[in-house]
């Protein structure tokens, strides 16, 4: 980029703090000189600010048509009173300097390192990802256009204004990205929300939904163990405050993680999970036996799985062997009444 704003003849920087922040900007802004000398003059709207948003709610939301990339235009302030002929002139616009294949109707701004600095730099991006969003769920491809939503973010998310935004709708909207992603395990969105709940962790909202997740899917797999894990730590944290009350819950989210660890072949990590679950659980059946003790002889169940995927089968053996143990001595027999002397 710094080479072509050479060759272009722009004042292109060579030193000094944030350097490649700077090359990107001032690509970015050959791009805002073309928007305004191209921009329809029908349309009163002064300033570059809101013709950014215009071609950032365009890359991040990936209208299908003129009419639904109309309706995303009503999201930015200065048009949100516009009429819709004015908005559909910007849409027409949009189209024109971003000509897509239908859907979507207006390509995004790539290269990929220019939208980056484009949803960088863009005024209220975070009200723009949240309130587009509640629009396009309400559209017939939604499904594309969230797709599209979670792509842009997490590929810029090592910006913080991006970053933030991300973790907003995260927060606001995890429950509904994760009944997409279960809706549709063979599709994009599973992964894409893996790599946004890893830039932007929601170990809190994780303790809530994991029980929603199958207990077993190729696609769901590396999302399971990413929203698994963020649980494992909300209930590590509810420990270290109350140990007595949390400890059982953050025995079963280790054995959990385990599990999920274990269908990514992560086959040493999974270990040292149920090893962890494991002498959390021997306490709990120590000072428990009545209550814990069943569950103790899971883990050792689960100990032998792990143990015997990395061919330590001696030791698998045994694990299995104290679990059946305990089984058979569980339930406790139940005292039989005497007769009153």
Same mark, same amino acid.
Request: hydrophobic content about 40%; proline content about 8%; aromatic content about 2%.
């Given at each position: 980029?710094?080479? !072509?704003?050479?060759? /272009?003849?722009?004042?292109?920087?060579?030193?000094?703090?944030?350097?490649?922040?700077?090359?990107?900007?001032?690509?970015? *802004?050959?791009?805002?000189? %073309?928007?305004?000398?191209?921009?329809?003059?029908?349309?009163?709207?002064?300033?570059?600010?809101?013709? #950014? #948003? /215009?071609?950032?709610?365009? &890359?991040?939301?990936?209208?299908?048509?003129?009419?639904?990339?109309?309706?995303?235009?009503?999201?930015?302030?200065?048009? &949100?009173?516009?009429?819709?002929?004015? %908005?559909?002139?910007?849409?027409?616009?949009?189209?024109?300097?971003?000509?897509?294949?239908?859907?979507?109707?207006?390509?995004?701004?790539?290269?990929? $390192?220019?939208?980056? #600095?484009?949803?960088?730099?863009?005024?209220?991006?975070? *009200?723009?990802?949240?309130?587009?969003?509640?629009?396009?769920?309400?559209?017939?491809?939604?499904? /594309?256009?969230?797709?599209?939503?979670?792509?842009?973010?997490?590929?810029?998310?090592? %910006?913080?204004?991006? @970053? *933030?935004?991300?973790?907003?709708?995260?927060? *606001?909207? !995890?429950?509904?990205?994760?009944?997409?992603?279960?809706?549709?395990?063979?599709?994009?969105?599973?992964? =894409?929300?893996?790599?946004?709940?890893?830039?932007?962790?929601?170990?809190?909202?994780?303790?809530?939904?994991?029980? @929603?997740?199958?207990?077993?899917?190729?696609? $769901?797999?590396?999302?399971?163990?990413?929203? &698994?894990?963020?649980?494992?730590?909300?209930?590590? @944290?509810?420990?270290?405050?109350?140990?007595?009350?949390?400890?059982?819950?953050?025995?079963?989210?280790?054995?959990?993680?385990?599990?999920?660890?274990?269908?990514?072949?992560?086959?040493?990590?999974?270990?040292?999970?149920?090893?962890?679950?494991?002498?959390?659980?021997?306490?709990?059946?120590?000072?428990?036996?009545?209550?814990?003790?069943?569950? =103790?002889?899971?883990?050792?169940?689960?100990?032998?799985?792990?143990?015997?995927?990395?061919?330590?089968?001696?030791?698998? !053996?045994?694990?299995?062997?104290?679990?059946? &143990? !305990?089984?058979?001595?569980?339930?406790?027999?139940?005292?039989?009444?005497?007769?009153?002397?």
């Amino acid at each position: 980029m710094h080479a !072509l704003l050479a060759a /272009a003849g722009a004042r292109a920087p060579t030193t000094g703090k944030d350097l490649r922040e700077r090359i990107l900007d001032a690509v970015l *802004d050959r791009e805002r000189r %073309r928007w305004a000398e191209t921009f329809p003059r029908s349309v009163n709207i002064s300033g570059d600010a809101t013709r #950014q #948003q /215009a071609v950032a709610t365009a &890359t991040l939301l990936a209208p299908p048509d003129q009419p639904a990339a109309a309706a995303l235009l009503g999201l930015i302030d200065d048009l &949100t009173d516009a009429s819709k002929v004015a %908005r559909r002139s910007v849409a027409n616009w949009l189209h024109e300097r971003y000509p897509g294949a239908e859907p979507p109707w207006v390509a995004p701004l790539r290269p990929d $390192l220019l939208a980056e #600095q484009l949803l960088a730099t863009c005024p209220a991006l975070t *009200d723009l990802v949240l309130t587009g969003y509640r629009q396009i769920t309400d559209s017939a491809s939604s499904g /594309a256009q969230v797709e599209q939503l979670l792509a842009e973010l997490t590929r810029s998310a090592t %910006r913080e204004p991006v @970053r *933030d935004a991300l973790d907003r709708l995260l927060t *606001d909207r !995890l429950p509904d990205l994760l009944t997409a992603a279960l809706a549709d395990p063979a599709g994009r969105l599973p992964d =894409l929300l893996d790599r946004a709940l890893t830039q932007c962790p929601q170990s809190q909202a994780a303790g809530a939904l994991v029980d @929603r997740l199958p207990e077993y899917s190729i696609g $769901l797999a590396a999302l399971a163990a990413t929203l &698994t894990a963020q649980s494992v730590d909300h209930h590590r @944290r509810l420990a270290a405050t109350d140990s007595n009350t949390h400890t059982p819950d953050l025995a079963s989210s280790l054995n959990n993680l385990s599990n999920r660890l274990g269908d990514l072949g992560r086959r040493e990590d999974a270990l040292s999970t149920i090893e962890e679950a494991l002498t959390l659980r021997r306490a709990l059946a120590a000072a428990h036996p009545d209550t814990y003790i069943p569950d =103790l002889a899971m883990s050792l169940i689960n100990l032998s799985n792990r143990l015997g995927d990395l061919g330590r089968r001696e030791e698998a !053996l045994a694990a299995v062997e104290e679990a059946l &143990t !305990l089984r058979g001595h569980w339930p406790p027999p139940t005292p039989t009444p005497t007769s009153p002397t």
